[in-house]
């Protein structure tokens, strides 16, 4: 199936299981299920459909998901782009990507496209019944765009097949509902993507903190232990960082990519 029909599935499972956190606020699936939904409903009435594309400025929190997973089940595919990009490679990729619609959160943009912001919910439809489904397992479900290359911005298109079976039944990551992972990456990176759905697609927990936090080892391993965070995806240079403060941080870790 698609990653919403999946991620549907996992809502009727355990509608009151903890889907997502970022500092002391968190939402339950069925409550990030209602909030897709809204910006799922607010998508359709700009015409956005099957095959289309979003494209999504976000900063770090719990509506970028939301946001996300709005733009796929109005059918689309989401266009990740970093706030702190320079202006002209933001318009180069959108006028690249061409999305029918942008999503901003903690941000602005200049554009001529329709634009919903995730800061407020004013600005939604306030429909929260679930969308019919439109996407096949073939269609696209993200477009990432290459960073730092010279010229015009290439985007890489992933399709939602390609994301089920990277994290679902999968023998080198034992995703599961008791999967609970820290976000350290951006979500302009690949890396996103293992992190994101291998949690919400297999009833797991995602939490989602701040850069700071990142920065700063002996929070980063009281956050790990408090939180019993059990799967990590990390770069090797964090890793390498963390270890050599205290080696011990990732003690109560089953699994760890790179």
């Keep these: 199936g698609s990653l919403m029909e999946i991620f549907v599935q996992r809502v009727k499972e355990q509608p009151d299981k903890i889907a997502v956190v970022y500092g ?6 069925r409550e990030l299920n209602e909030k897709t939904n809204a910006v799922a409903w607010t998508l359709r009435e700009l015409g956005v459909s099957r095959g289309d ?5 976000p900063k770090r929190g719990i509506p970028t998901i939301v946001g996300l997973c709005g733009i796929l089940k109005a059918g689309a595919a989401y266009v990740p782009i970093d706030p702190g990009y320079p202006e002209q490679r933001i318009r180069d990729i ?8 942008v999503l901003t959160y903690g941000c602005t943009v200049e554009t001529a496209l329709p634009v919903i912001s995730l800061d407020t919910e004013a600005g939604w439809d306030i429909r929260r019944s679930d969308v019919p489904l439109v996407n096949r397992p073939e269609d696209i479900a993200n477009c990432i765009y290459t960073s730092g290359t010279t ?5 890489v298109l992933v399709r939602h097949k390609g994301i089920v079976n990277l994290v679902s039944n999968c023998d080198y990551m034992p995703f599961s509902p008791e999967t609970n992972t820290v ?5 302009v990176f690949d890396a996103s993507t293992f992190e994101i ?7 797991g927990c995602l939490h ?3 850069q700071e936090l990142l920065l700063d080892s002996e929070a980063f391993r009281k956050y790990l232990i408090q939180n019993q965070i059990n ?14 403060f205290d080696p011990s941080m990732f003690d109560g870790i089953h699994a760890i990519s790179f």
Excluded at 24 to 29: D, F, I, Q, V, W
Excluded at 151 to 155: I, L, Q, S
Excluded at 183 to 187: R, Y
Aim: aromatic content about 10%; hydrophobic content about 40%.
């Design 183 to 187: 976000q350290t990456g951006q979500l």
């Design 197 to 203: 759905w291998g949690s919400l697609i297999n009833g």
């Design 151 to 155: 010229g015009k911005p290439k985007g």
């Design 53 to 57: 594309r979003v494209a999504i400025l």
């Design 94 to 101: 959108l006028e690249d990507a061409s999305p029918k619609a």
């Design 24 to 29: 002391g606020e968190s939402l339950t699936y």
């Design 208 to 210: 989602m903190i701040p």
């Design 231 to 244: 799967m990590q995806f990390i770069t090797t240079a964090l890793f390498n960082q963390f270890v050599s």
